[in-house]
């Protein structure tokens, strides 16, 4: 279905519903991460993240009350497609290091994703002179780099076994 597209709070709006969407799909999806990993601080870290997600959800509808854009109702297909591939690695018959340094790689294109699209939220609501909203979305931003990074750290010490 097309959707008319005029201006940039037209495509503020769509790239909302993108996030809404993605963010609903990950508080499904990092329950079952945490249960998949076997390194306790990678549990831990997806455990934390799923709390941080719930977050993110309330700002998402938070922005949507405060600029009056509706966010419900779309589908974001790449994160359709990052969880089932997320899903189809857990399934593998690796490892334990091997798997969690797996469960690292799904998680992080995700956190890139989000990344992406929260950078580019955070924009167009600045050109757009909703402040409020961009120190919301600039807080959730913040939040999936650090958590990019965190998984960073992790992949060092577990990647390291993974080579063993
Ligand atoms: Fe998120
Ligand atoms: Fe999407
Ligand atoms: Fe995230």
Redesign the pocket.
Known sequence: MANKLNDLKDLLQYELK?LYS?ENQLSKALPKMAKSAKNEKLRTAFEHHLEETKNQIKRLEQVSKDIKVDIKGED????KGLVKEGEEMMKEDAKDAVHDAGLIASAQRVEHYEIAGYGTVVRYLEMLNMKDAAKLMEETLKEEKETDKKLTKLAEEINAEAMS
């Open positions: 993108d993605a974001c297909e790449a994160m």
